[in-house]
């Protein structure tokens, strides 16, 4: 069993810049998958950003450029030039297959979330 705890989230105006962290407990496997997703109200979850054990990262082209993902032990996404569309509940999810990707339904391990709020 994988626990995931995010943090970092809070509020900025547009242009600024946030880091998530996420922290995972209990057993992880040394081949895996970790990603970013997001939820606006009214809205699908989204991926945003993946990275497998392999190193190899995928990002929506939403953030492309603006967004960086690093890998664990602790997962971080630095978020950069935040838009006041980038606001929405932010989720770690994880799994134990190596590829990257960013369909919600390729996780098994989610967290609680965490808010990010861009004012205009």
């Known amino acids: 069993q994988v626990q995931l705890v995010e943090s970092g989230g809070g509020s900025v105006q547009a242009g600024g810049s946030l880091r998530l962290s996420c922290a995972a407990s209990g057993y992880m496997n040394s081949r895996y998958r970790m990603g970013w997703f997001r939820q606006a109200p009214g809205k699908e979850r989204e991926g945003v950003a993946a990275?497998?054990?392999?190193g190899r990262t995928t990002y929506a082209d939403s953030v492309k450029g603006r967004f960086t993902i690093s890998p664990p032990n602790t997962l971080y996404l630095q978020m950069n030039s935040l838009k006041p569309e980038d606001t929405a509940m932010y989720f770690c999810?994880?799994?134990?297959?190596?590829?990257?990707?960013?369909?919600?339904?390729?996780?098994?391990?989610w967290g609680q979330g965490t808010q990010v709020t861009v004012s205009s």
């Open positions: 990275i497998d054990s392999y």
């Open positions: 999810a994880a799994d134990s297959i190596p590829i990257a990707m960013l369909r919600a339904d390729a996780y098994a391990y």
